[in-house]
């Protein structure tokens, strides 16, 4: 059984990696880069790819049979995963107020689209990162606790 814990933990690992890939050759890191002005896309997937390693090492841990304190620290990577939502709704309050405060309505409709935009791309990438980055810890979770909540 911890075999297979720590087989799904690796097969979530190269998904993400996989999916890194996939965003590099569609141009999604432009993307983020240029639309989210925040940077909180990055931040949180950079948060992300360090909770996904910790995870690993939790889940070693689990698979060696070293589970001193493994609970108590998953519980706090749940807890620090469940704020990527949050994070996203920042980006996307930030998002829209860079739109608002910018947009100089007094112009040419034509000026005023590049800060719309920028606002919108803000607001999409970061609810979009921080929903899709939360899932992903609770799905590396749940495989780590089906674990020590059976052992």
Request: charged residues 10%; neutral net charge.
């Amino acid at each position: 059984m911890r075999s297979q814990m720590i087989c799904r933990w690796w097969l979530i690992f190269l998904l993400m990696i996989l999916g890194y890939i996939i965003m590099w050759n569609f141009g999604i890191w432009g993307m983020l880069y240029k639309f989210d002005v925040t940077k909180l896309s990055f931040i949180m997937l950079v948060l992300f790819s360090g909770f996904t390693i910790y995870i690993g090492m939790l889940t070693y841990r689990m698979y060696c049979g070293y589970n001193m304190n493994v609970k108590s620290n998953a519980a706090i990577v749940e807890w620090f995963g469940s704020r990527f939502p949050v994070l996203g709704i920042l980006g996307t309050a930030i998002g829209i107020t860079y739109m608002i405060y910018n947009a100089d309505f007094s112009k040419d409709i034509g000026d005023i689209i590049p800060y719309v935009l920028n606002g919108l791309g803000t607001a999409l990438f970061t609810t979009i990162t921080g929903i899709v980055c939360c899932y992903l810890i609770e799905l590396q979770l749940f495989n780590l606790s089906r674990e020590y909540n059976d052992g």
